[in-house]
């Protein structure tokens, strides 16, 4: 009965094998060992890691989704954390940070609820993370038999859903250790679909095996095909590696492995290595058949585990995650002038919308030192100027970039004469919940028209004009949106960005304060809508600019030196620079409570 059953299973798996896999009549990539006669179908079969255990799965686990693909060449790291392997994730995790990588968009799939009960809550997850749960139905943590087919069923299909919706996928082990950017590594094996870690081979005619513990994957037809054939043949095999080496060198896809030395495969890692990992090397992963203890003392003694360490691990003193981090440049300006006072009441208004919102103000002038301390504001001396002594655009972000992406969901900047309420909160947390879903993408740039409202000529802390803390911010708001007009929308006087969305080598080196950089970045977000989105917050965020005696476009009528300077490098790329040219933009729900996101339903005129 025991020999009738399993030729049964095995006939079951080879039936369904020849119905995923090409017939040996297919055209073999050139590439493979299969061209030349020096690789078959069981060899490979032969060196796989063997499972002992089924995972059933049902039909409606498997059940078509519905996607939309979008052409990307961006690159999307693709981790996945079950609780049996938390501590490891958190040591992946400690080395990403040190790298700050704010180019990678990064999708963190909790395989089970117990893991994803602690990565909700963990304050060492960079808010630009996106934290999903897997649309399977797996088991919980804990030690049930079927726990590493629920591993391996949970990769494959996250991958697969994601290469779908056109995504490049790099996906990664939480038993790896990232020691510097793979990225330029993978961009240098041009025209290839996938590629994988090699172990080795699985005999003396079979080289390389791949594993697939760290991979890069390029959508296209060919790999969309290949996972979708990959995942239907996980369901009636026991050998992971095994189906996906077969897929590998039967299917019409280009793979080729990492280079060795750069990508340390499990075998080297577990054979005598020095204390330090290997000066070349990019990414080292742990071998899987490696008991717990064993593994994390080899990291140990490598000095790769970083877990107990407080600057790998932990904020820096002092700081605290925020839904935002804005920037402003302030003005050296006399006290009791109207432009110190409206100065002092953007910070003052902003500092109210604190955690979620916080703000960093550059400037190298002693009196803006002085009140920025006294509302305890950071500020920073180190940026980057013209020969004029105006602040490059480029030196701030790259600024908050380095310092607040791993904690900030957004950054910004804005003029120093803006103030916000805690709508910009609400709409803030809308726009981040959608992106999570991934239905926006990573690059995202919100802008939004102001509201100009004529200030008094001077005043205190009791004018009605000043926000003294005291009072409500969305009530001040309110009073001076009462008396305010809608200006128009060519003027932009605040960006909000996630970190990475400028490439800043294909951007001019403009100036704030100046005319022209506005309406230019705008347009480049325009011409830019297959990698990133444009939103205007107008109807959610009204942004209060403090009218001074200056008058409304005082930038325009100023006669700086530079006046000219971002017009002069603009090369006049306004065509698409008005805030309504933005394909999405943000409005209340039904209820006035909620903020929805929706396209615009008509096409963009200049209103």
């Not at 081979?201 to 790999?223: C, D, G, K, L, Q």
């Not at 290949?226 to 019409?252: G, H, P, V």
């Not at 969901?409 to 120093?416: C, D, H, P, S």
Request: proline content about 5%.
């Amino acid at each position: 009965i025991v020999s009738l059953v399993l030729i049964a299973e095995l006939h079951r798996f080879l039936v369904t094998m020849s119905a995923t896999l090409p017939s040996s009549t297919d055209v073999v990539n050139s590439m493979s060992p299969v061209a030349n006669g020096t690789m078959n179908r069981h060899s490979l079969l032969k060196g796989g890691q063997r499972s002992d255990f089924s995972f059933p799965v049902s039909d409606q686990t498997w059940k078509p989704f519905e996607v939309t693909v979008v052409e990307s060449t961006d690159w999307t790291v693709l981790v996945i954390v079950f609780d049996q392997f938390y501590e490891y994730f958190l040591n992946w995790l400690a080395h990403y940070r040190k790298l700050i990588l704010n180019h990678l968009d990064v999708i963190v799939v909790a395989g089970d609820e117990f893991a994803m009960k602690k990565l909700q809550v963990e304050p060492r997850i960079p808010a630009q993370f996106r934290l999903v749960r897997t649309s399977l139905i797996t088991e919980t943590a804990g030690s049930i038999p079927n726990y590493g087919r629920s591993i391996e069923t949970v990769q494959v299909h996250s991958i697969s859903e994601r290469v779908e919706r056109g995504q490049n996928i790099i996906y990664t082990d939480v038993r790896s250790v990232w020691l510097s950017d793979p990225v330029p590594v993978i961009q240098s094996l041009q025209e290839t679909d996938i590629i994988a870690e090699a172990d080795g081979t699985t005999s003396e005619a079979v080289t390389p095996h791949y594993n697939t513990r760290f991979m890069a994957i390029r959508t296209n037809e060919r790999t969309k095909t290949f996972m979708k054939k990959w995942k239907i043949a996980l369901q009636s095999s026991k050998w992971n590696e095994a189906t996906f080496n077969t897929l590998m060198y039967r299917e019409l896809v280009h793979g080729i492995p990492f280079p060795p030395a750069e990508f340390p495969n499990g075998s080297e890692f577990c054979s005598p290595l020095p204390e330090h990992p290997p000066e070349k090397a990019v990414v080292i992963h742990s071998i899987d058949k490696s008991p717990h203890l064993k593994t994390k003392r080899r990291f140990h003694n490598r000095t790769m585990w970083l877990l107990g360490r407080n600057e790998s691990v932990e904020c820096e003193s002092g700081c605290n995650a925020s839904l935002l981090t804005m920037t402003a440049t302030l003005s050296p300006a006399k006290k009791g002038t109207q432009k110190y006072d409206i100065q002092v009441n953007t910070l003052k208004a902003i500092a109210q919308l604190r955690p979620e919102v916080d703000i960093v103000v550059f400037s190298k002038a002693q009196e803006v030192h002085d009140v920025c301390k006294s509302l305890g504001i950071r500020v920073v001396e180190n940026f980057g100027t013209n020969p004029y002594g105006t602040p490059f655009l480029h030196s701030l972000f790259q600024n908050l970039e380095a310092d607040f992406s791993q904690i900030s969901t957004f950054i910004g900047y804005m003029n120093a004469d803006i103030i916000f309420d805690s709508n910009l909160v609400l709409t803030l947390r809308a726009i981040k919940e959608a992106r999570d879903r991934m239905d926006l993408k990573r690059r995202i740039l919100l802008v939004g028209r102001r509201i100009n409202v004529e200030m008094a000529s001077s005043f205190s802390n009791e004018h009605p004009d000043s926000f003294n803390g005291s009072t409500d911010i969305d009530s001040y708001v309110s009073r001076l949106k009462s008396r305010g007009k809608l200006f128009g929308n060519n003027a932009e006087d605040f960006f909000i960005v996630t970190p990475g969305t400028f490439v800043w080598k294909e951007i001019p080196e403009f100036v704030i304060g100046r005319p022209g950089y506005d309406n230019w970045l705008v347009d480049y977000m325009y011409h830019r809508a297959n990698s990133s989105d444009l939103i205007d917050i107008t109807s959610t965020v009204p942004a209060i600019h403090q009218t001074g005696k200056d008058g409304n476009g005082a930038g325009h009528k100023r006669k700086k030196p530079d006046r000219r300077w971002n017009r002069d490098r603009g090369n006049k790329q306004y065509d698409h620079g008005r805030t309504s040219f933005a394909r999405w933009m943000t409005s209340w729900g039904r209820d006035n409570n909620s903020v929805i996101l929706q396209r615009r339903k008509t096409k963009n005129k200049d209103k």
